[in-house]
């Protein structure tokens, strides 16, 4: 089943599971406080609306912190040696792009070897009106 929207149970669910270790309930009592048994809620978590919403509401009840997280991430890339973190810190400030790789194409070299071809012809026909 996929939902087309989501209620107030959707919602509910969502706050309660949103919060740090779901606030310390399991799944099972967060289904038994919504009223619906604990398959629907697995459900619903394996839903795309529903898991959209739910990372939304993650994303709003922690950007308050984001300065704080980000000010505390130089301490653990220097104390553990993170790589990964220290990529992701990189990225985040735009201090790094992914990779590019460039194909060479024959096709474009040969364009090249007649540019330089005219260009030779050019510099030859310019020398000789020039004496």
């Given amino acids: 089943m996929t939902l087309k929207q989501l209620g107030p149970d959707h919602y509910a669910a969502i706050a309660m599971l949103a919060l740090p270790k779901r606030g310390g309930k399991t799944y099972e009592e967060i289904a038994e406080e919504l009223g619906v048994h604990v398959n629907t809620l697995y459900n619903w978590r394996r839903d795309e609306l529903f898991q959209r919403e ?78």
């Fill in 54 to 131: 739910y990372k939304r509401e993650i994303v709003r009840a922690s950007a308050d912190r984001l300065p704080e997280i980000f000010a505390a991430i130089p301490a653990h890339i220097i104390k553990d040696g993170n790589a990964a973190l220290f990529k992701t810190l990189l990225q985040a400030n735009d201090m790094l792009t992914d990779r590019v790789e460039v194909s060479h194409n024959s096709e474009e070299s040969k364009d090249i070897d007649a540019i330089k071809a005219r260009l030779a012809e050019f510099r030859k026909r310019s020398e000789s009106t020039s004496d």
